[in-house]
């Protein structure tokens, strides 16, 4: 039984993100067929920061009616819609309706935010319904957390980008007579990729699907294994304490406890569940870090990596975006196993994660014409570029996020506020200077000149 329901919580747990990350993995292929081309990464990071309007309102319906929304039947709900959206991309992401004389990819746009919706619900609902299993599923539900991502980096990278040449196009003069040489322009031609779009759509139908089918199996188990789990702390007041933070003392109940039961069970308390100090500043500095790499890895760089990548060739930007997407969970897992909680440490990482970060930024302000284009040097080096901002800021993300866990619940509550800020910020204003100013530019692999 308890290899079961470690196989069904990471399987849960591979439906929390499994959408929107197999979305970013698959846009070196989206860009390519839909008007906005480039673009198209700005409009998603804005369309993913709407979608928190989701746990915006499990956070309310907690605050205002606690104890009434039941997490099920919103996982139920969350989870349906996720594989209805995704059968429905498969069939109508190519679609387009014409929007201020311009074709916009209208269908697109609003089965992402269904996605998004599905994916930002998972956050707030997911991990409250696992606190009812004990604690060793847990660890097994992040891993399928992890999985969300690295599966389809993989499954993209199998798929493969579909080579692009460039081949000289004749046009044919409507003058027949005329007796000039045809005309000739160098076009590119994308070969297809092994697979077509609509299946790694109907390939996150599935996966999602499979999570939907975890769940209801894992709702239906009996509880009757909760009664295994150890009581770290045995009375109920002790735990009260501990759940509130150590906001306050607790009252002494002498038809219970003696005076000496009461002082050993808070020395357990202490051992068990130790409130690390920080000063002001340390603090302001992990919530700075929490907003900066949040707004870097959620608005800033996401809105540009076409710009970065693409200028160094489709295959360059394919790798991008599935090694990154991988790069994620795994640095999530050597956090799990390699946790370091220095500050000075953390902060460390997160300026190298910046100064990647920074380049991949400097090469797409510097599109369509970047460093080392057309070497096989300046392909590795966007490409690891991309891995180490990711991974390196991911790590730094677990990090934090620990700290502030084991420091108190609103601690924890801040984190995701800043979070959310930082996400919010980093889209918010990459959008304007993409899509309104024009600040970095497109170009044409074939055609576009660079000086040498």
């Known amino acids: ?162 080579m692009s040449k460039c081949v000289n196009v004749s046009h044919v003069l409507d003058n027949l007579t005329d007796s000039e040489p045809p005309n000739f322009t160098v076009e590119m031609q994308y070969l297809p990729p092994n697979f077509s779009t609509e299946i790694f759509f109907s390939f996150l139908a599935v996966m999602t699907a499979v999570s939907l089918g975890s769940f209801l199996v894992l709702n239906r188990l009996p509880r009757t294994f909760e009664l295994s789990t150890e009581n770290l702390v045995p009375e109920s007041d002790a735990v009260a304490t501990v759940c509130s933070g150590f906001e306050g003392p607790v009252d002494p109940n002498p038809k219970t406890n003696s005076q000496e039961e009461e002082e050993e069970e808070k020395k357990q308390i202490r ?6 100090l920080h000063s002001g500043y340390q603090l302001a500095f992990i919530y700075f870090m929490v907003v900066w790499v949040n707004g870097a890895t959620n608005g800033l760089l996401p809105s540009v990596q076409t710009f970065s990548c693409m200028p160094y060739g489709n295959m360059a930007y394919h790798l991008s975006a599935a090694l990154s997407a991988v790069a994620n969970p795994v640095a999530c897992i050597i956090a799990m196993f390699y946790p370091k909680r220095s500050l000075v440490f953390l902060g460390v990482l997160c300026l190298l994660g910046s100064v990647f970060g920074g380049y991949n930024m400097a090469m797409a302000a510097m599109s369509p014409c970047p460093l080392l284009q057309d070497t096989p040097l300046g392909d590795a080096i966007i490409v690891l570029s991309w891995i180490f901002f990711t991974g390196l800021l991911s790590y730094v993300k677990v990090m934090v996020g620990v700290i502030l866990r084991d420091r108190s619940h609103s601690a924890l509550v801040w984190c995701g506020a800043a979070v959310q800020t930082g996400s919010l910020l ?21 055609n576009t000149k660079c000086p040498l």
């Open 271 to 276: 051992v068990l569940f130790p409130k690390p």
């Open 1 to 162: 039984m308890p290899l079961y329901v470690h196989a069904l919580a990471c399987a849960f747990g591979l439906g929390s993100w499994v959408s929107i990350n197999g979305l970013w993995v698959e846009l070196p292929l989206i860009v390519n067929v839909l008007p906005e081309g480039w673009d198209l990464p700005s409009y998603l990071t804005v369309i993913i920061q709407l979608a928190n309007f989701g746990p915006l309102l499990v956070t309310l319906a907690h605050k205002f009616c606690p104890g009434k929304l039941r997490e099920n039947l919103v996982i139920y709900a969350v989870l349906s819609i996720g594989v209805v959206a995704c059968v429905l991309l498969a069939v109508f992401w190519k679609n387009t309706t014409t929007f201020l004389e311009q074709p916009r990819s209208t269908a697109f746009f609003i089965l992402t935010f269904f996605l998004a919706l599905v994916d930002c619900t998972s956050s707030v609902t997911f991990l409250p319904f696992m606190m009812q299993l004990p604690a060793k599923y847990i660890t097994t539900y992040f891993i399928g957390e992890g999985l969300s991502g690295l599966v389809p980096g993989l499954v993209a990278l199998a798929q493969g980008v579909g």
């Open 426 to 446: 980093g889209s918010v204003i990459m959008f304007p200077l993409v899509n309104i100013y024009h600040l970095f530019q497109s170009g044409d692999i074939c």
